[in-house]
T-cell receptor
Framework: DVKVTQSSRYLVKRTGEKVFLECVQD?????MFWYRQDPGLGLRLIYF???????EKGDIPEGYSVSREKKERFSLILESASTNQTSMYLC?????????????FGPGTRLTVL | SQELEQSPQSLIVQEGKNLTINCTSS?????LYWYKQKYGEGLIFLMM???GGEEKSHEKITAKLDEKKQQSSLHITASQPSHAGIYLC????????WGAGTKLIIKP
């Protein structure tokens, strides 16, 4: 079974803190994704990566950066957390064409920024 | 407005009843994913439809893509508490775009 794990299920941070969200997948997938999910808005793509050290901006990259130093790990970084980044963050991975194949999701990290 | 519109936004159904959730696009769909999300958790893949008129089933859940490929419906027969959650549709374009989700509550 594909497994995508995220470092924390719940996280509370203060405004201005640097926040790291980690995602690890065990299926040797080339593609990894970070989404945020807000009520009424569905999932919005923040960044995705199609290979080690490669990244592409999604719809809402502002205020975020990513790192993919190893194939299995994709990190989302909030450089200076703000209250409007309070959200559910979902990581996903897949192989092959990134938009034409099922994405496997982690359990999510619910981040609250105070 | 969302490129993919889901209706209804939320639904409360008596256990054992049937229900339908819709996902509508203003553009032709070249594929349509259905996922389910239990509250506060990640998404679980249900099925993908690609051809106009295609219909797929998984246990008591059936999804269909209409002939014009602009709408998909997801139908649950004899609903159970385990069906409760949020159902999301997603469509591949230059990336994957998502509907806002339909929240399903099953009343015992």
């Amino acid at each position: 079974d594909v497994k995508v794990t995220q470092s924390s299920r719940y996280l509370v941070k203060r405004t201005g803190e640097k926040v790291f969200l980690e995602c690890v997948q065990d299926m040797d997938h080339e593609n990894m994704f970070w989404y945020r999910q807000d009520p009424g808005l569905g999932l919005r793509l923040i960044y995705f990566s199609y290979d080690v050290k490669m990244k592409e901006k999604g719809d809402i990259p502002e205020g975020y950066s990513v790192s993919r130093e190893k194939k299995e790990r994709f990190s989302l970084i909030l450089e200076s957390a703000s209250t409007n980044q309070t959200s559910m963050y979902l990581c996903a991975s897949n192989g092959g064409a990134p938009w034409d194949n099922e994405q496997f999701f982690g359990p999510g990290t619910r981040l609250t920024v105070l | 407005s969302q490129e993919l519109e889901q209706s209804p936004q939320s639904l409360i159904v008596q256990e054992g009843k049937n229900l339908t959730i819709n996902c509508t696009s203003s553009k032709t769909l070249y594929g349509l994913y259905w996922y389910k999300q239990k509250y506060g958790e990640g998404l679980i893949f249900l099925m993908m439809l690609q051809k106009g008129g295609e219909e797929k089933s998984h246990e008591k859940i059936t999804a269909k893509l209409d002939e014009k490929k602009q709408q998909s419906s997801l139908h649950i027969t004899a609903s159970q508490p385990s069906h409760a959650g949020i159902y999301l549709c997603g469509a591949p374009r230059d990336q994957l775009i998502w509907g806002a989700g339909t929240k399903l509550i099953i009343k015992p």
